[in-house]
């Protein structure tokens, strides 16, 4: 890498960071800052830093270490933005996809609902609270399924609400792990310490620096209609069944997001990013800026479907479909 002041943009002031001494590490209290919400202050984002390397990590069997998966969802969906003092305004979140047999791909994002936080450029540090909302929907590839345009045709005749794009989203929650009446949790400086990492799961050597965060994931929200309440609970099951249980309740997703160099921001860009983004993982279960990894174990092996995975999907299908419709 070149010398430090080649890779900062100009126009940085800082100075937040400093601005409270309970910003700073080791234990960064960040709780004098409200909550904001993460869409609305884009006219105030001057720089950011994409996270090209956004690395998650979660027990396939949770409870037992041994089944822990590394996985790399595609690159730069996931932004830190904030102004010239380094005041954090928004976050964008990460996205993802999962194909099931029978249902075609069926698309995950980590939907952040709440930050606050502060970047210091020179010092390579950070320090940040989220809130986020784990949400599920299907593709308009899936729609093209016909199990799947049959099942929302069924639904739409009922007027059941069908998770058949985002604003119609299966919600899962989430909270600090441990601890399920604290929704905010921290996003540091570091890779996590909760468990050991793979080498490939590592880019030390190209990243400008690295922040980790975790989970725990909560039940999904009730639609208040029962019907469509136990289907998502289906379309969830199988989702996990297929994922490794990436989004099982009572299981914790962590990842370690490593970050390029700041850079300046377009806000219009920044607007619209993660929309475009959306509409293309939708067009083709792809990424604009090139696909992630596919879960793997420590040593490299690549995670696989329970066997019997296929059959047991059918069969959630039909008894669904016999007891509902």
């Known amino acids: 890498m070149s010398g430090l002041q080649d890779l900062i943009p100009p126009g940085w002031v800082g100075g937040f960071a400093e601005s409270n001494p309970a910003f700073a590490y080791p234990e960064p209290d960040l709780s004098s800052l409200p909550m904001l919400a993460n869409m609305a202050n884009i006219a105030k984002l001057d720089r950011q830093q994409a996270v090209l390397w956004p690395e998650f990590s979660w027990e396939s069997d949770p409870g037992h270490p041994e089944s822990r998966c590394y996985q790399m969802f595609a690159p730069d969906i996931s932004r830190i933005g904030y102004d010239d003092e380094g005041r954090v305004w928004s976050i964008i979140c990460p996205q993802q996809g999962v194909s099931t047999a029978s249902l075609g791909t069926l698309n995950v994002e980590v939907s952040v609902t709440g930050q ?166 939708d067009a083709d279960h792809g990424s604009p800026d090139g696909p992630g990894t596919t879960a793997r174990y420590f040593d490299g092996t690549p995670y696989e479907p329970i066997e019997g995975g296929v059959e047991r999907e059918v069969e959630a299908i039909l008894e669904f479909i016999k007891s509902h419709l």
């Open 116 to 281: 606050r936080g502060w970047v210091d450029e020179p010092a390579r540090s950070l320090a940040a609270d989220m809130t986020v909302t784990g949400q599920i929907w299907f593709s308009p590839s899936a729609k093209e399924n016909s199990l799947v345009k049959w099942l929302w045709n069924e639904f739409v005749a009922a007027d059941h609400p069908f998770p058949h794009d985002k604003a119609h989203a299966i919600q899962v929650s989430t909270f600090d792990p441990g601890h399920p009446e604290q929704p905010i949790f921290p996003l540091r400086e570091g890779e996590s310490t909760d468990f050991r990492i793979p080498e490939f799961a590592r880019h030390p050597d190209v990243a400008w620096n690295v922040a980790n965060l975790g989970v725990e994931i909560g039940p999904i929200a009730s639609t208040g209609d029962p019907d469509a309440d136990d289907f998502n609970q289906l379309v969830m099951d199988l989702f996990n069944l297929y994922s490794g249980n990436l989004l099982t309740p009572g299981n914790t997703l962590s990842w370690n997001v490593w970050f390029t160099e700041p850079a300046l921001v377009n806000r219009h860009e920044w607007a619209t990013h993660a929309e475009v983004w959306r509409k293309s993982i």
